[in-house]
């Protein structure tokens, strides 16, 4: 599975951004997804994480209530869309996927994909 991660940039704080992660080489629909997001000089940090069915949803608590993440199988995408940007939200951010079963967290993850980079300037 290769996943390739797009949709940052710079925006100002209070602004949305969508990010899409595209799944090529498999059909990721039955696999976990989820965003994790990095600074430099820290660890990779927890995001949010969607089930294989999309039934279930799970969020830091830095961005429950702002971040929202979705799947499209048919396109074999899943997105996070950010809105209420803050500047503590810059990072670069990273779409994985887990086999069903496996922990949501990223010791779990199996697969990753290329971050891209958000800039939320105040």
């Known amino acids: 599975v290769q996943l390739q991660a797009s949709g940052g940039g710079l925006v100002q704080a209070g602004g949305s951004l969508r990010l899409s992660c595209a799944a090529s080489?498999?059909?990721?629909?039955?696999?976990?997804m989820g965003w994790f997001r990095q600074t430099p000089g820290k660890e990779r940090e927890f995001v949010a994480t969607?089930?294989?069915?999309?039934?279930?949803?799970y969020y830091a608590d830095s961005v429950k209530g702002r971040f929202t993440i979705s799947r499209d199988d048919a396109k074999n995408t899943v997105y996070l869309q950010m809105d209420s940007l803050k500047p503590e939200d810059t990072a670069v951010y990273y779409c994985?996927?887990?086999?069903?079963?496996?922990?949501?967290?990223?010791?779990?993850?199996?697969?990753w994909g290329k971050g891209t980079l958000v800039t939320v300037s105040s």
């Open positions: 969607i089930s294989g069915s999309g039934g279930s949803t």
């Open positions: 994985a996927a887990r086999f069903a079963g496996s922990s949501w967290l990223a010791s779990g993850m199996e697969y």
């Open positions: 080489g498999r059909t990721v629909s039955s696999y976990g």
